[in-house]
């Protein structure tokens, strides 16, 4: 299973930006899917999940100004994120979970500077 993220670049203080995870097939027994980011010189961070019951939980650095979807249908989360800040400047990473393991994309990066 590969999931590949897209939709990063960079963007001024303010603006916006959509991540797509773009899983390359269904994968069973998925019980959520989520974004996690890792800034510069940090670790890793959660910022966002939704399971596939459709609940959803953001870190509190976010809420409010991120969103997470998803088209199972089409195998792709999204992460719509509008007010952005220098801090959120990372590499976002998409993952899937299941009961026995994660997987992980490889990450794309968001830059957010003046």
């Known amino acids: 299973v590969q999931l590949v993220e897209s939709g990063g670049g960079s963007v001024q203080p303010g603006g916006s930006l959509r991540l797509s995870c773009d899983a390359s097939?269904?994968?069973?027994?998925?019980?959520?899917m989520g974004w996690s980011r890792q800034a510069p010189g940090k670790g890793r961070e959660f910022v966002a999940t939704i399971t596939m019951g459709g609940d959803i939980s953001y870190a509190d650095s976010v809420k409010g100004r991120f969103t997470i979807s998803r088209d199972n249908a089409k195998n792709v989360v999204y992460l719509e994120m509008n007010s952005l800040k220098p801090e959120d400047t990372a590499v976002y990473y998409c993952?899937?979970?299941?009961?026995?393991?994660?997987?992980w994309g490889k990450g794309t990066l968001v830059t957010v500077s003046s």
């Open positions: 993952y899937a979970r299941t009961s026995v393991v994660t997987y």
């Open positions: 097939r269904s994968i069973f027994s998925v019980s959520s």
